[in-house]
């Protein structure tokens, strides 16, 4: 009996089956079979079976989806034999409902646009200026030149290292702010080493422990001005390769502080 070689592993041939795959929502006995019958002409299943590779187990089934689909017709002979429908018409109702789709969801876009355009979050935005701060010398002095001008709130994020950077450049600055009636809230890491700082910073600020993504600092003064900051290293040296961003901005510091899933403390952090 000569054996025919199964065509959809030609270079024509593979790509068709695999677009109705993929695009059009066969599955992929489906998309074998309806293009073997279009370059192979009317078949039995068991010749189908053959010449697409797909299983006889599975064969019947295949074409009984096709069937439904519109795709393959069924031609009342003995043996029974199938024939693929004119892709211009199994097709065309498929064609249509992508249409409808398209049209759909340009409407859908059209809305979006117009919650966009009322919300006028795009000139708040264009209001904002980002400042890109580089090396830790710059971001050292952008913390200290935001401090001086808090009035209500100060908030730190930062990492168990970053607490002792921030004492120590920061610690006087921050005293006369919360004797000035300035509310500072420290947000960080706590272990046995910085147990006996944490302890001492309860005295006079709000400190809450927090899983701190590593190398983060984040400043907000006022909620309405932000530096986001990433200290790499011992926080005792001074790096280039360290980097942050600073922006006047309400709306991206709020932003930043929901991203962090920090809350507002109501108590200070207990250390036992």
């Given at each position: 009996?000569?054996?025919?070689?199964?065509s959809?592993?030609?270079?024509?041939?593979?790509?068709?089956?695999?677009?109705?795959?993929?695009?059009?929502?066969?599955?992929e006995?489906?998309?074998?079979?309806?293009?073997?019958?279009?370059?192979?002409?009317?078949?039995?299943?068991?010749?189908?079976?053959?010449?697409s590779?797909?299983?006889?187990?599975?064969?019947?089934?295949?074409?009984?989806?096709?069937?439904?689909?519109?795709?393959?017709v069924?031609?009342?002979?003995?043996?029974?034999?199938?024939?693929?429908?004119?892709?211009?018409?199994?097709?065309?109702?498929?064609?249509?409902?992508?249409?409808?789709?398209?049209?759909?969801?340009?409407?859908?876009?059209?809305?979006?646009e117009?919650?966009?355009?009322?919300?006028?979050y795009?000139?708040?935005?264009?209001?904002?200026?980002?400042?890109?701060?580089?090396?830790?010398?710059?971001?050292l002095?952008?913390?200290?030149?935001?401090?001086?001008?808090?009035?209500?709130?100060?908030?730190?994020?930062?990492?168990?290292?970053?607490?002792?950077l921030?004492?120590?450049?920061?610690?006087?600055?921050?005293?006369?702010?919360a004797?000035?009636?300035?509310?500072?809230?420290?947000?960080?890491?706590?272990?046995s080493?910085?147990?006996?700082?944490?302890?001492?910073?309860?005295?006079?600020?709000?400190?809450?422990q927090?899983?701190?993504?590593?190398?983060?600092l984040?400043?907000?003064?006022?909620?309405?001005?932000?530096?986001?900051?990433s200290?790499?290293?011992?926080?005792s040296?001074r790096?280039?390769?360290?980097?942050?961003?600073?922006?006047?901005?309400?709306?991206?510091?709020?932003?930043?502080?929901?991203?962090?899933?920090?809350?507002?403390?109501?108590?200070?952090?207990?250390?036992?």
């Amino acid at each position: 009996m000569e054996m025919e070689v199964p065509s959809l592993t030609s270079k024509v041939s593979k790509p068709l089956w695999q677009r109705l795959y993929e695009d059009i929502g066969l599955s992929e006995y489906e998309a074998r079979a309806y293009i073997s019958l279009l370059e192979n002409g009317p078949s039995t299943a068991s010749r189908l079976s053959m010449i697409s590779g797909i299983p006889r187990t599975k064969i019947y089934g295949t074409l009984k989806k096709l069937i439904e689909r519109g795709l393959v017709v069924e031609v009342p002979e003995n043996p029974r034999m199938f024939i693929s429908a004119p892709p211009s018409e199994a097709l065309e109702p498929i064609l249509r409902a992508y249409e409808r789709l398209v049209e759909g969801f340009q409407t859908f876009i059209s809305s979006l646009e117009e919650m966009y355009i009322k919300t006028n979050y795009t000139s708040k935005l264009r209001r904002s200026n980002l400042w890109v701060v580089l090396g830790r010398n710059e971001i050292l002095q952008k913390v200290s030149r935001m401090l001086t001008r808090a009035n209500k709130i100060v908030e730190l994020v930062t990492t168990e290292d970053g607490l002792v950077l921030i004492h120590k450049f920061y610690g006087r600055v921050l005293d006369d702010l919360a004797g000035k009636g300035v509310e500072v809230r420290i947000f960080t890491q706590r272990s046995s080493r910085n147990q006996s700082l944490i302890r001492e910073l309860c005295y006079v600020y709000k400190v809450r422990q927090l899983d701190v993504p590593p190398s983060i600092l984040y400043v907000n003064v006022d909620d309405s001005r932000f530096l986001l900051a990433s200290l790499t290293g011992d926080a005792s040296k001074r790096r280039n390769s360290d980097i942050g961003v600073f922006m006047e901005n309400p709306i991206l510091c709020n932003l930043i502080f929901r991203l962090l899933r920090i809350g507002r403390p109501r108590e200070p952090v207990i250390v036992g």
